[in-house]
Structures are given as C-alpha cells and as structure tokens.
C-alpha cells in the first residue's frame, strides 16, 4: 500500500482485492514466508533488504484491527 500498510488477497475468492487479510492471524505464517523469499531474491539481485518485524507487525494488527 502507499501508506505503507501491508497488503494480503486471496485471489482465487477476492479477484477484486476487496479483503485486505494482512493483518489476520491465519496470514502471519505465510506473510513470514513471502518475506523470507523476498529477502533471498534482494540479496541475490543486490536490492535494499526490508526486513518483516513480527512485533511491528502485531502492533500494526492492533492498530488496525481497532480502526474496523
């Protein structure tokens, strides 16, 4: 997201992108892998590493899950 918010679908049962699942509990094992992928492809093509912080990533949740 532009804000800098993280971003999550299912496309296969949201193709409109209408459920943000980011900050879901069910995702953090998968958003942990995509990042860890990333993090490997950065490395090896030389771009800036972004690391995933899972205890921003909990603040975030309570964050977002206090504003829906």
């Known amino acids: ?5 993280g ?3 299912d496309l296969k049962a949201d193709p409109k992108e209408r459920h943000n699942a980011f900050y879901e509990e069910e995702s953090l094992a998968r958003i942990q892998k995509l990042m860890s992928e990333i993090n490997l492809w950065q490395k090896a093509t030389g771009d800036t590493v972004i690391h995933f912080d899972r205890a921003d990533w909990m603040e975030r949740r309570k964050k977002y899950a206090q504003s829906t």
């Open 7 to 9: 971003e999550l679908y």
């Open 1 to 5: 997201a532009s804000d800098g918010e």
